[in-house]
Nanobody
Framework: QVQLVESGGGLVQAGGSLRLSCVASGRRFSDYYMSWVRQAPGKEREYVAGISWSGGSTYYADSVRGRFTISRDNAKNTVYLQMNTLKREDTAVYYC????????????????WGQGTQVTVSS
């Protein structure tokens, strides 16, 4: 019942930073465990990061841990992904998604998906 719209993607040089945003509407945002998932051509879909309803619990893929930070502002119905020290391997379409729990999200059992935003990291 929640609709999601991502923004903030673009082209950045390796070592640079971007912040992605995902704005939700519809069902109350705070009911959902929120996730970021990425997809690059020729590669498998990768679960990037997740955050609990309160923001008190987070999860990161090994490939981004220490470089990316997920956060949420329930008052603004928004989830963010701060991406630092970007690498060429981070190039992908990034999708925001809403689900019930981390366990479900890691299995891609997600209720709603955004349209995606392109992130391109140059050499």
């Amino acid at each position: 019942q929640v609709q999601l719209v991502e923004s903030g993607g673009g082209l950045v040089q390796a070592g640079g930073s971007l912040r992605l945003s995902c704005v939700a509407s519809g069902r109350r945002f705070s009911d959902y465990y929120m996730s970021w998932v990425r997809q690059a051509p020729g590669k498998e879909r990768e679960y990037v990061a997740g955050i609990s309803w309160s923001g008190g619990s987070t999860y990161y893929a090994d490939s981004v841990r220490g470089r990316f930070t997920i956060s949420r502002d329930n008052a603004k119905n928004t989830v963010y992904l701060q991406m630092n020290t970007l690498k060429r391997e981070d190039t992908a379409v990034y999708y925001c998604a809403a689900g019930a729990t981390l366990g479900a999200a890691l299995k891609y059992e997600l209720d709603s998906w955004g349209q995606g935003t392109q992130v391109t990291v140059s050499s």
